[in-house]
């Protein structure tokens, strides 16, 4: 018998991926399917589309039919055994959500395998209530977010609640616009889905229900509990938005079912292969490279810090302007989440201010500066900021101790210190909340580990290991999402093997291949500079929200 292999899917804006590993988690293959450039004839851009209405963007379903089509073909054509693939999970884009029709349940149950997924009549329309699914970059939802907050007293208290205050791209609020615009449509929605539901119900022949760290994106969920909340379900949806919304949320790993006959007949599969809950692509994405005590910060256009939070007596504490995710695998854990918009793109325009887009030229100008760049401050929003929210422009500041930080003004655009300056309050403003987040009495952090573009950078990865005070890894896969999906799929297969175990058991016991690697080691003197600047970060920080709201 062959040893098992297990499937993750990653369905993101742009592109569905499908990742094969072995049970030591090693890639044994990867295939994608690009919407825009394999799929034209839907009218995509970077797999999206803007409108009709102010703010609206969706995205086909039929597309996502077609491309899962797609690349399970790409896979079969690679040689792939599919007959060895024990378990399917993966990842979804967070926050997008599928409406099923009454006919939905009727129409999955009975899917012919002599039909492609795609096929006109088999499953589209149908199935669907909506044509097309609201993704997360939709932001026409901003009047339903204010009365969602409202309802339940106010942003603070809906992030108390659910881990989050409301947000334009968060499915609460979108349910609400539906309902709202589109009242037939809301009605003829017997059901729901997150993308990361409405993949596997296509493997089940059912509909899934949402798994828990998913569901941490929707404004619904009591993020403690992991239960619905019926004031926020009636507040997004009325009284029908519960049976709409399917059972209670779902933990990652667990088995939702056996692949359904037409998987089977189509293409191969074996009729004992098992369908785990798939979770969204950030909560995948800490599965597949981070374990509890571990910081993950994502250097790509948006900065991203996600922080994997270990079971703890007293909950984190939750904030406006973070998020707190369930996490996928463990109960009672969670996963701490930090996202500024200005990043890579900030970056850059300050390296070519001052470096003439050479990176090469760039790092020499940090090098060659003190850390804690003599005392200079500097924030750089070129685009309205969501930490601290809504401030742009820019600001120098001149810090001295313990004194009052003094704006500076006439320092030229291309000056050198701007290099460093960017870098060290990017990265003061992370380290500056992060003691806030974890619980109290937590035990230090052990790994920063880096990716997206910048983390390539070894000028950058050093400064990061030494604003932290944290060794810095990068790993060796791009396909984090994926991979995740895979070794959730895995999980979900290993704990029926052995009955019952934790996730870190399974890491160990099936001998995964390590896929890390150090790049940087923090310098302890210089990590005592920047621990003695972070009041001064703090302070500089207030003044800029101070100059924001009054202009």
């Not at 504490?317 to 890579?344: E, V, W």
């Not at 900021?385 to 291309?414: A, R, T």
């Not at 972070?534 to 202009?551: F, K, P």
Request: glycine share 8%.
């Amino acid at each position: 018998m062959s040893s098992p292999l297990f499937l993750g899917f990653d369905l993101s804006t742009q592109q569905l991926k499908a990742i094969v590993i072995a049970e030591d988690a090693s890639i044994v293959h990867e295939s994608a399917v690009h919407f825009d450039r394999d799929l034209p004839t839907y009218g995509t851009t970077n797999g999206a589309v803007k409108g009709p209405d102010e703010g609206e963007v969706t995205s086909p379903v039929l597309m996502w039919l077609e491309a899962i089509d797609l690349v399970m073909q790409r896979v079969k054509n690679a040689g792939v055994d599919l007959s060895a693939i024990a378990g399917i999970s993966g990842a979804g884009q967070q926050h997008g959500s599928v409406y099923w029709s009454e006919e939905a349940e009727k129409t999955l149950a009975a899917m012919d395998p002599k039909r492609s997924l795609a096929d006109p009549g088999h499953l589209a329309p149908r199935a669907f209530a909506l044509p097309n699914a609201p993704i997360w970059q939709d932001s026409s939802t901003t009047k339903d977010c204010r009365d969602l907050e409202a309802a339940v007293g106010g942003p603070q208290v809906l992030a108390d609640l659910t881990g989050s205050r409301a947000y334009e791209r968060f499915t609460g609020p979108q349910i609400a616009r539906i309902r709202r615009l589109k009242p037939a449509a809301y009605r003829d929605s017997a059901r729901i889905s997150l993308v990361s539901s409405f993949i596997p119900s296509l493997f089940l022949g059912h509909i899934a229900p949402i798994e828990v760290s998913d569901a941490s994106g929707m404004n619904l969920m009591n993020v403690l509990t992991c239960k619905w909340d019926d004031a926020l379900l009636e507040a997004c949806g009325g009284p029908e938005l519960r049976a709409k919304i399917g059972p209670e949320p779902v933990l990652g790993g667990t088995i939702l079912g056996r692949i359904t006959r037409w998987w089977v007949e189509r293409w191969g599969f074996n009729p004992d292969c098992i369908i785990a809950p798939f979770t969204g692509d950030n909560s995948a994405t800490v599965v597949a490279l981070s374990a509890p005590g571990d910081a993950l910060l994502s250097l790509g256009t948006s900065t991203t810090l996600l922080l994997s939070i270990p079971p703890a007596d007293t909950p984190p504490a939750r904030f406006t302007t973070s998020h707190l995710l369930s996490h996928p695998t463990t109960l009672d854990a969670q996963i701490a989440m930090l996202c500024y918009k200005n990043g890579a793109l900030a970056r850059e325009q300050i390296r070519d201010r001052c470096a003439g887009t050479d990176w090469a030229r760039y790092n020499e100008l940090v090098e060659q500066s003190p850390q804690g760049n003599s005392g200079l401050m500097g924030f750089y929003f070129p685009l309205p900021e969501i930490i601290p929210p809504g401030v742009q422009g820019e600001f120098i500041f001149q810090c001295k101790d313990n004194e009052e930080p003094q704006l500076v003004h006439g320092l030229l655009p291309d000056a050198a210190q701007h290099a460093r300056a960017i870098l060290e309050s990017q990265f003061l403003s992370i380290r500056s909340r992060i003691a806030a987040i974890l619980p109290a009495h937590s035990p230090p952090l052990q790994r920063l580990i880096v990716t997206g573009g910048s983390s390539a950078n070894q000028t950058i990865r050093q400064l990061a290991a030494d604003v932290f005070g944290m060794r810095v890894y990068v790993a060796e896969s791009k396909e984090a999402a994926g991979t995740g999906g895979a070794v959730l799929a895995k999980f979900a297969w290993w704990k029926a093997q052995v009955a019952s175990g934790s996730f870190e058991e399974m890491t160990m016991e099936t001998g995964e291949v390590e896929r890390m690697r150090l790049v940087a080691t923090p310098k302890d003197e210089v990590t005592k500079v920047y621990e003695a600047l972070v009041d001064n970060y703090r302070r500089c920080e207030e003044r800029v929200v101070h100059l924001c709201g009054q202009a």
